[in-house]
């Protein structure tokens, strides 16, 4: 299925099976790509959630421009929205300053969203984009996105504060150790060490095999490392990180609440920095933090990073946009009743409710 635009040497498409070497072609030679831009990354969330991916092109004299990753999300009750990307933090949308491009790519998903009777499209940037503005979208920005700058080892260990410094160095005399793991086995423990903390912090968790996707699809080719936390030989919690590009990305990671005063991830976080110098990356991503929640954003400052934005944007079709501080706020009826829920519960339904808010 095409659409023409004037002139007609534009042309937006969709990408089908044909066009996916051309789609990894084009995201490989560029340097501002993600991993969230990949075709593994498409069938992480096709598989384990059911979205339905309507990756688009933009191509002119037959050569891609601009792509724009999208998914289909719907569900009973709920209705149906795009999002570009789901879990994906603010690495996502365009990779080029060619806003022409920008523009008609945007035009052709909202008019297929209004087509399709959608309730939003979300478009997630690291940039304020006016071409989504100009088209009546609109703007939250929920996120902080902390990024550290890797130059080596020393400067690193310099950067951070003296407290994580001390941290560090705390955990190595309480034994604590950070290896990396080819076990999936260990991934599945760390797995069941989230979902106790994602209770605790009222929040649902993913399934599982969210996680065994995520393995199938980036371990043969590098794309992730998975780091383990022990003391005495025993695993206390760990970390999953995504390389991509010039960027180290920290995913997913959990320690025991017991053991926190042994600084386990001090330790991770570390462990993490020397492997993307290791591996020659620029830049260590250290996950998304909400607004308000300073404590948090204290602690990832303190390792040197700086504090980038993330812009979301929302197209209002029908219904509601989501209320993103509600559902961020600590202290809601929601979590409070999420926390006292019997575990069995929480595995059945906490899934089903992530495969909408994602």
């Known amino acids: 299925m095409t659409t023409n635009f004037t002139p007609e040497e534009f042309v937006v498409s969709f990408c089908s099976k044909n066009d996916e070497i051309e789609w990894r072609d084009f995201i490989h030679s560029n340097e501002n790509a993600s991993i969230y831009h990949t075709l593994e990354w498409k069938n992480i969330l096709e598989e384990s959630f059911g979205f339905k991916a309507i990756n688009m092109t933009l191509k002119y004299k037959n050569e891609i421009l601009e792509i724009l990753p999208l998914y289909l999300i719907k569900k009973p009750f709920l209705g149906k929205k795009i999002i570009s ?126 996680f065994e996707s995520i393995w199938k699809y980036f371990k043969y080719n590098n794309y992730m490392k998975l780091l383990t936390v022990t003391q005495k030989g025993e695993l206390i919690g760990g970390g999953l990180f995504f390389l991509f590009n010039d960027k180290i990305i920290y995913k997913y990671g959990a320690c025991k609440k017991e053991i926190l005063p042994m600084r386990p991830y001090n330790a991770l976080l570390w462990k993490a920095i020397e492997l993307g110098i290791e591996n020659k990356l620029s830049s260590f991503d250290l996950g998304a933090v909400s607004i308000g929640d300073e404590g948090l954003q204290k602690f990832k400052k303190n390792w040197g990073a700086e504090m980038k934005q993330g812009y979301f944007y929302y197209y209002s079709i029908k219904g509601t946009l989501p209320e993103i501080d509600k559902y961020l706020d600590s202290y809601s009826i929601h979590k409070k009743v999420w926390r006292a829920l019997p575990k069995p519960i929480i595995s059945y339904i906490g899934p089903k409710i992530t495969e909408w808010i994602c």
């Open 85 to 210: 990307i789901p879990l994906s933090g603010y690495h996502s949308t365009f990779l080029s300053n060619n806003t022409k491009a920008h523009g008609l790519l945007i035009k052709a998903i909202v008019d297929i969203a209004i087509k399709k009777n959608i309730n939003y499209v979300e478009v997630r940037t690291h940039e304020e984009v006016n071409e989504l503005k100009e088209l009546n979208f609109i703007l939250k920005k929920p996120f902080y996105f902390p990024e550290v700058e890797l130059v080596d080892v020393k400067t690193n260990f310099e950067m951070m504060n003296s407290a994580h410094r001390g941290a560090i160095k705390k955990s190595i005399n309480k034994g604590v150790s950070v290896v990396e793991s080819d076990n999936i086995h260990d991934l599945k423990k760390i797995y069941d060490i989230m979902f106790d903390l994602f209770q605790d912090y009222g929040t649902p968790i993913f399934a599982y095999k969210y």
